[in-house]
């Protein structure tokens, strides 16, 4: 059969066959595009070779036959991968070949247009490497075939049976990859107005197609090598923690035995410097998985009046060294129990107070939550946290929630810190539904205040 022009509806001619990859995740799309891919081949004098279940076929008769297709059936040839390699127990790449050739020799004997649409199924409990492999192979050895003969092959892929590295692979060496909704908007699709649509060249299809292969191996690329950072991450965190722990364990039994006055020092040193690096390598650690999306949220009953008193008592030593002044203030509408993460609210409190206590050598601390919107399920609450300490340039507020920046990153900064720690909660407010925002003092004035808001679910025994 000489190569020849084919067309596929009246707007569009293919010039060239060849494999064609379906990914689909949506069944009731797939059989819409599989009866719309035969309706269109066989109102084009195409037979089709239809390579599927058994129930996906007899749907498609079905359907067929209640249209003006019914006394054309003929054109479609069905076959069933399932029964004939389930009875055999094989799956290699020359039985696959053998099996094509088999199933479509009647068919090219007498010279009838051929179309294939064939579901890649995993068969029996063969290893998806091996499935992969043949599949490919057969796929690249029948592609000249395929243009031989002028023919257009679908192969569909169901995207929640296969792995995202077969699809990948998929995807880097076929020509044309097609998804549900760009199967339907190609030329292969039949629209019922036509006459309104204008499709692309299969030219211009395959500009396209090759510019999403190289965003999605771009995208994979990407979460590769965010993976391999975020294991990076943990398994450093780990032996570092390890042996730091045994230093901070060693450094308390050695505080504990009768020491000079210049040897008390050189332990309290190490015990603080290996403070100060265990919470640099958590910072780190925990700054990475909330940029990853791995940091979760839990949803658990809590009470917000317990949890400022609680973080609060964890800065009372340095609170009282500093004799400065709490105030607290918690609107009374606020429910006693609300559902959420104390775990992660308290993290942020800790962090806001621990910067107002470090930057605060005199006057007072104030703490405000009012409630600022309440559902039947939501409860959204606004946290103030204020100082009377060294205040922050206008010009730096915003920058503070960079990762790893500090106002005071000269050489001469007199405070310990990752600069991590409000981009931690800027990341811990966003997953609450919220907003944070730093506002410096009026001029004239010190302190500054730090404002954020986040939704909790609303405790049912309390409604």
């Known amino acids: ?13 293919v010039t060239d066959g060849g494999h064609i990859i379906y990914l689909f995740e949506d069944y009731d799309r797939y059989i819409d595009n599989a009866l719309s891919y035969i309706t269109t081949a066989i109102e084009h004098n195409h037979h089709i070779l239809f390579i599927e279940q058994a129930g996906v076929y007899e ?5 067929l036959g209640s249209s003006s297709l019914a006394d054309r059936l003929h054109y479609l040839h069905y076959a069933n991968n399932i029964d004939y390699y389930g009875s055999r127990g094989d799956f290699n790449f020359q039985h696959i070949v053998s099996h094509f050739e088999k199933i479509t020799a009647a068919i090219q004997q007498k010279d009838y247009s051929l179309r294939t649409w064939a579901n890649v199924l995993t068969w029996g409990e063969h290893n998806e490497l091996t499935i992969r492999e043949n599949l490919m192979a057969y ?17 569909a892929y169901n995207a929640y049976e296969i792995s995202a590295s077969l699809q990948t692979g998929l995807i880097r060496e076929h020509e044309y990859v097609m998804t549900d909704t760009e199967f339907y908007k190609s030329p292969l699709y039949k629209h019922q107005a036509a006459e309104e649509i204008i499709f692309p060249s299969l030219s211009v299809q395959r500009q396209l197609l090759n510019e999403q292969k190289h965003l999605l191996i771009e995208k994979e690329a990407m979460q590769m090598a965010n993976q391999a950072k975020n294991e990076f991450i943990a398994m450093m965190n780990h032996e570092i923690r390890t042996p730091m722990n045994g230093v901070l364990g ?19 040193t190490i015990q603080r ?8 390598v958590n910072d780190i650690l925990d700054y990475s998985k909330l940029e990853s999306g791995f940091g979760q949220l839990l949803s658990e009953a809590f009470s917000v009046r317990e949890s400022i008193a609680e973080t609060l008592d964890l800065l009372i030593v340095a609170i009282r060294n500093k004799q400065l002044e709490v105030d607290l203030s918690v609107d009374p509408d606020i429910p006693e129990i609300l559902v959420g993460d104390d775990g992660r609210l308290r993290q942020v409190l800790l962090n806001l107070l621990g910067n107002a206590v470090k930057f605060t050598e005199e006057g007072k601390i104030s703490v405000t939550v009012l409630l600022i919107a309440a559902t039947s399920d939501t409860i959204r ?3 103030t946290v204020q100082d009377t300490g060294i205040g922050i340039p206008p010009e730096m507020c915003s920058q503070l929630f960079l990762p790893f920046y500090r106002a005071d990153s000269g050489k001469t900064r007199q405070t310990e810190g990752t600069g991590l720690g409000l981009a931690i909660c800027q990341r811990i407010v966003e997953l609450m539904n919220g907003e944070i925002r730093i506002d410096s003092a009026d001029s004239g004035q010190t302190g500054t205040t730090v404002t954020f808001t986040a939704a909790f679910g609303a405790y049912e025994d309390c409604l």
Request: hydrophobic share 45%.
């Open 1 to 13: 059969m000489s190569r020849q022009a084919i067309t596929l509806n009246s707007l569009t001619s």
């Open 59 to 63: 749907t498609i008769l079905e359907k």
């Open 139 to 155: 796929e690249r050895q029948t592609a000249d075939f395929v243009r031989e003969y002028g023919m257009v092959s679908v192969c």
């Open 250 to 268: 060693m450094a308390e039994l050695l505080a504990a035995t009768p020491l000079e006055n210049v040897q008390k020092e050189y332990v309290a």
């Open 273 to 280: 410097s290996g403070k100060t690096l265990l919470r640099i």
């Open 381 to 383: 609450l606004q946290f």
